[in-house]
């Protein structure tokens, strides 16, 4: 595996599920697998844990690890070809690349979504320079549209809890007082679409994903009626992708607080269980009394992000 954007780039999902499943019992069976090579990460956002994980499944395999925070230490990044370089950006990302390509064997990069403009983001243009200009295999730690080491997790854990062998799953769109990113909702819905699963998404108006996310999955309105019967709630805000009107991409055009997930919202579904990427925000997406509950599996979906990178770092490893 050279790249891993897609749920296309694992393959087949019951193959890698069953991986996920082998190094869980044995998180160290791999060891010898990552011995003298090098990951470097490379964070332009915050993180914990995308950045404790992912440290954590490159050492179970036997890997050295290097961090870089591009904006605490390393020199300002500029990213856009064509400019004069006068202001605060000391270096260009097109010989940072390069030269962080010499260090290391395999690269993750986070670097979300600026969320000003729908074309720069949706083309991909960092992790896609990443990708050209490193000479390296490279993975998404949550880039401008996909988070996929978080997707991959995520159907892990829905994976261990299902009770029946096709699962009703419902993604909610939840208040949120900044605008976050597209990328955990546009994941989280192509992986889904790939499992054995009965997806709805559910959103206010206006806060359509990109169809090539979305897919065939089924868009109901109501809440009240796409939580009926499901299994597994999965809650997370995402601002406006702009389709319906491209002048409000990245904008909060909902704050509606009836679509926070409380206890009379889980006594819509079929006694699910809570899901969210975390960060999360109680009081918005969340009420303290349904993240606590017994049904709420944010924890365990946490403690699966250190087996979805394992996957992919072993899968990395394996093609080098
Ligand atoms: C980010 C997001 O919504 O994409 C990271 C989630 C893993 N969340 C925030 O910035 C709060
Ligand atoms: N879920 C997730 O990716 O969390 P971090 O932003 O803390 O890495």
Known sequence: ??????????????????????????RFKYQSLGKNKTLMMIFFNNSLRTRLSTQKAAMNLGMNVIVLDVNAGAWKLETERGVIMDGDKSEHLLEAIPVMGCYCDL?????????????????????NQFIKYSGKPVFA???????PLQAFADLITIEEY????????????????????????????QWMNAADVDFVITHPEGYELDPKFSGNAKIE??????LDGADFIYAKN????GFSNP???????????NWTIDTKHMEWTNNAYFMHCLPVRRGLIVTD???????????????????SASVVIKRMLESL
């Open 162 to 189: 299902k009770n029946k062998k096709r699962p009703k799953v419902v993604m909610s769109w939840a208040p949120h007082c900044r605008a976050l990113p597209q990328a955990v909702p546009n994941s989280f819905a």
């Open 238 to 241: 995402w601002s406006c992708p």
């Open 141 to 147: 730690m949550e880039t401008a549209t996909v988070h």
């Open 289 to 307: 009394d349904v993240i606590e509950s017994k049904q709420s599996l944010v924890i365990p979906e946490a403690a699966n992000r250190e087996i």
């Open 107 to 127: 690269i993750g990069v986070r670097s979300f979504a600026g969320l000003s403009d729908r074309e720069y983001d949706y083309a991909e243009t960092v992790l």
């Open 247 to 257: 002048a409000e991409y990245g904008k909060i055009i909902c704050k509606d607080m």
């Open 221 to 226: 309105y109501d809440q009240k009626k796409a």
């Open 1 to 26: 595996m050279k790249t891993f954007i897609n749920v296309q780039d694992i393959g087949d999902l019951s193959k890698a599920l069953d991986e996920a499943k082998e190094i869980k019992n044995d």
